[in-house]
């Protein structure tokens, strides 16, 4: 089983609909969480962090439910530049990173 | 303007001949890491260091080398390459060890013939 496990997508939305991402992880010594965004050939960016109670940054939304072991990234009203694939990071310990394969997002017209 | 700087961004080799990736950053972090990115697998971690002369290994170190002799550089060493280690790579770093934001290079795309 994969540390970190996303659904890949795609998910292929218009223009103002709602989405919502899910992310497990197996390693219940998990202690710092992060959605990032990768767009086409291009490097990782981080998006948000994740906290226990939950935070919102503008249109976007982050949970954590540490209890069934996911954390979630929904996407309000999208946006054409909203395109991209996001990436769920999970800190293990203070060294290790693990990264989910990513799930790909494509907002249309 | 803070940023993390990989060269080559593109390489074409052939197997056994020796290359390595450099990596600069200019925000003083003392956290860097490499990491290689295949379709399906996501990041993978290869070594990552905590501070000048302080390496370890990451989750896919075999074929690699690195080294730590200044807070600002962390190369990546391939001493033979071979065709599975065709990838996408990336340097990263960050202000505290693996726990907050990481600052990503552009890749830089390898391929082994």
Known sequence: ?109 | EAQVTQNPRYLITVTGKKLTVTCSQNMNHEYMSWYRQDPGLGLRQIYYSMNVEVTDKGDVPEGYKVSRKEKRNFPLILESPSPNQTSLYFCASGPTGGTGELFFGEGSRLTVL
Do not use: H
């Not at chain 1, 609909?17 to 291009?42: E, G, H, I, M």
């Open chain 1, 1 to 109: 089983r994969k540390e970190v496990e996303q659904d890949p997508g795609p998910f292929n939305v218009p223009e103002g609909a709602t989405v919502a991402f899910n992310c497990t992880y197996s390693n219940s010594a998990s202690q710092s969480f992060f959605w990032y965004r990768q767009d086409c050939r291009k490097e990782p960016k981080l998006l948000m962090s994740v906290y226990s109670s939950g935070n919102e940054d503008g249109r976007f939304t982050a949970q954590l439910n540490r209890a069934s072991q996911y954390i979630s990234l929904l996407i309000r009203d999208s946006k054409l530049s909203d395109s991209a694939t996001y990436l769920c990071v999970v800190n293990i310990n203070n060294n290790d990173m693990r990264f989910g394969a990513g799930t790909r997002l494509t907002v249309k017209p």
